[in-house]
């Protein structure tokens, strides 16, 4: 077989980083439930001391990530938060971080709360103008912080240009690659120095586990890395990892539907009277499309849209009466998920402030599934009925 670098994505999906067990034959990774390793002698043992430090179906799994993601280190955490956690303990009191505005509120909530009062500066902006980014750089800046198909607005923010900006000012570039996925955007590769998933979403993809990773081709951040994981102790159980890597087998077959159904939904939905805006970067006439196009190879199942006369109580009415669709946080999962930003995920971020943003009202997410399309767009239309 070819080396894993060379593997089509769905072949790394399924094969990277996992071997048939050598013990039994198993073909899938077993689920190493341990805390420790017998040694042989003081310092003789077969790599593995204690399953904080490492884990033999954690690493099958970050060796998985890392393939998919064109990286060389991956390391999981045990959620997203905390993966992200690991990249803000990397910097030093008095360094500065350049952050995009319309960003996953708790990224924002950890960034605010927990890393401003350890003196580091945290600047929020609008990044789909590289101008308002440079215009942030000083000699303080280590960090910019991407968030790219952007929540819930679906702006896209051009990876290249940021990691031209993050490399003139000697600064990491790190991508929140949740919402893309690596099947549809490798970070990487457009010049990023770190990748962070919240694999909570569409890498677990069966709204079954909470868990988050890093992926980088930089041996000195991998060093960081690795120390803060071990440092830290925030990682991921074993059984956690077992079943993202069996989530992952099929990535690529759910994201592809995800697209398509995705397509299917917003396009139904502008050209339905009742609703005024779509959100989706797959339309020719979305402000970024055309970076959307060059950055990623597939436009998502995540959309957003308002409603005409944009009353909060209509969309309240909305979420309720869907019956494929089901009312929760979260997304990527095999099942269509519907939720009002404006109350759930937005509802600390003041109205003038979100809607400043376009977190308007009646502003209604969708996460969609992998069900019929047929069936998912019937319940949208007896909802918007
Ligand atoms: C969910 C999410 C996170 C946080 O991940 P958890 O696994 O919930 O800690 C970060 N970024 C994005 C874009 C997310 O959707």
Redesign the pocket.
């Known amino acids: 077989m070819s080396t894993i670098q060379e593997m089509k994505f769905g072949t790394k999906a399924i094969h990277a980083g996992v071997h048939a067990d050598e013990a039994t034959g198993a073909i899938m990774t077993p689920i190493y439930q341990t805390s420790t390793y017998v040694q042989e002698a003081v310092g003789v043992n077969k790599g593995y001391e204690y399953s904080r430090s490492q884990n033999p179906t954690r690493h099958a799994l970050e060796k998985n990530l890392a393939a998919l993601e064109n990286g060389k280190h991956g390391a999981c955490f045990g ?6 956690d690991c990249v803000i303990k990397m910097l030093n009191p008095g360094d500065e971080v350049i952050s995009t505005n319309d960003l ?1 509120g ?2 924002f909530r950890l960034f605010k709360t927990i890393f401003e009062k350890y003196g580091i500066k945290f600047h929020f902006v609008g990044m789909t103008d590289p101008a308002v980014v440079e215009e942030k750089v000083n000699e303080n800046t280590k960090l910019i912080w991407v ?1 790219t198909p952007t ?1 819930p607005m679906m702006s896209i923010i051009d990876i290249e240009e940021m990691s031209n900006i993050a490399k003139k000012a000697n600064a990491w570039l790190c991508v ?1 690659n ?2 893309a996925t690596p099947y549809l955007q490798n970070p990487l590769d457009l010049g990023a120095d770190i990748v ?1 998933h ?4 569409y890498l677990g993809g069966h709204s079954d586990v ?3 990773a890093l992926i980088t081709s930089n041996d000195a951040i991998a060093a960081e890395m690795y120390r803060i994981q071990n440092a830290s102790g925030a990682v991921t159980g074993p059984m956690d990892s077992f079943l993202v890597l069996r989530g992952i087998k099929t990535l690529h077959l759910r994201v592809q539907r995800h697209c398509e159904n995705g397509e299917k939904v917003a396009r139904y939905l502008a050209d339905h009277p009742k609703v005024d805006k779509v959100y989706w970067p797959g339309f020719e006439s979305h402000p970024n499309h055309a970076i959307a196009k060059k950055q990623m190879r597939g436009f998502g199942g995540m959309i957003s849209f308002s409603l005409v006369g944009n009353s909060m109580e209509q969309a309240h009415e909305m979420v309720k009466n869907v019956k494929v669709f089901a009312l929760a946080e ?3 999962g095999v099942e269509s998920l519907i939720g009002h930003p404006a109350t759930m995920t937005h509802a600390s971020i003041p109205k003038e402030e979100r809607e400043k943003i376009g977190v308007v009202d009646s502003l209604i997410r969708l996460s969609v599934g992998v069900e019929d399309a047929e069936d998912i767009i019937d319940d949208l239309k007896q909802a918007l009925e």
Do not use: C, H, W
């Open positions: 959620s997203g938060l905390a993966a992200i996953y708790g990224t968030e929540n929140d949740t919402f962070m919240s694999a909570t979403k909470v868990m988050g979260s997304l990527g």
